[in-house]
């Protein structure tokens, strides 16, 4: 069998992805017909059945769900291998940190002075994405490391959890709900997040586990939208949608349209740091150690109870 290439990994994966050739050729800026012939001389390389076709579906054969996996980490690792080559080759060389603007549990620039302090410091790029993006720069190369929420996509990654903090419910200050001093996800009920998913799912089912992973144009256009923080707050306020925030998300933006209420039976959020399990940067591993130092700084001291002396 031949060595796979690039662009047979890359066709596969957007047919894979879209379960759909005309939907995969569009993405990919090519015709359907040359597609589908690559994927069909793909599966005689292989000699197995990647995608079953009929009329009116395309699905993936067992062998095409180990192909997909496979396949994404392989093309993450050429990406990053390429764009970590560029990086080191910089006159000044520089960490890369991936994070969404206020997701920081608000550690970042206690972080950030811990860090510069460690004599393995370089300066700090920040790599600023949507909701959901931190995990795959890091896998792409276009980070060296990332603060994030959990639960999140780790394959290819190790991380460490810092800090835990309670979600609260974002509502317009008019909403009836607004009035009571707690709720439950079930009090949700019928209530939007920004992409359209239902409140009373919780958070790991809205807008900031999902963006960038959508399955048609108005979903990517809602979720786009709803990556602007300022945008999130004129929707809740005008009551057309709600959202959950982590606590420290929610001191650091007071305001008098909105009112923020704890979801008595929702899992809290958890802030971690992320990176390539493959790293052997001594940049990278010291800025693990600033941000985890730092993140068991800021949790209260647990007291130990005195030990009885036995005679």
Request: proline share 8%; aromatic share 4%; charged share 25%.
């Amino acid at each position: 069998m031949n060595d796979l290439e690039t662009r047979q990994l890359r066709y596969f994966v957007a047919v894979a992805e879209e379960l759909h050739f005309g939907r995969a050729a569009e993405r990919l800026g090519m015709a359907q017909p040359p597609l589908s012939r690559a994927i069909r001389d793909l599966e005689r390389q292989l000699g197995v059945v990647l995608l079953r076709r009929t009329t009116r579906e395309v699905t993936l054969t067992p062998a095409g769900e180990v192909l997909l996996r496979d396949a994404r980490t392989a093309l993450d690792a050429i990406s990053a291998a390429g764009r970590r080559a560029r990086h080191a080759g910089e006159p000044t060389p520089r960490l890369r940190l991936a994070l969404k603007p206020d997701i920081d549990g608000g550690l970042l620039p206690r972080i950030l002075d811990a860090y510069a302090g460690q004599e393995a410091a370089l300066p700090v790029d920040l790599v600023l994405g949507r909701f959901g993006e931190q995990a795959q720069a890091v896998r792409d190369g276009r980070a060296d490391a990332a603060l994030l929420l959990a639960p999140f996509d780790d394959h290819g990654l190790d991380s460490e959890p810092l800090v835990t903090e309670p979600f609260l419910i974002a509502l317009a200050a008019t909403d009836p709900l607004a009035a009571r001093p707690s709720l439950r996800l079930a009090d949700l009920a019928g209530l939007s997040l920004p992409d359209g998913s239902s409140a009373d799912q919780g958070p790991a089912s809205g807008w900031h586990d999902r963006a960038g992973a959508h399955d048609d144009a108005a979903t990517a256009s809602i979720a786009q939208d709803a990556s602007d923080l300022p945008e999130i707050f004129r929707r809740v306020e005008l009551g057309s949608v709600v959202c959950f925030f982590p606590a420290s998300l929610t001191r650091r933006y007071p305001r008098p349209e909105l009112a923020y209420r704890p979801v008595d039976d929702l899992a809290p959020a958890t802030l971690a740091v992320a990176w390539p399990q493959t790293s052997r940067s001594t940049a990278v591993a010291a800025f693990v150690l600033a941000a985890t130092t730092v993140a068991a700084a800021t949790q209260p001291q647990k007291r130990e109870t005195p030990q009885t002396a036995v005679t």
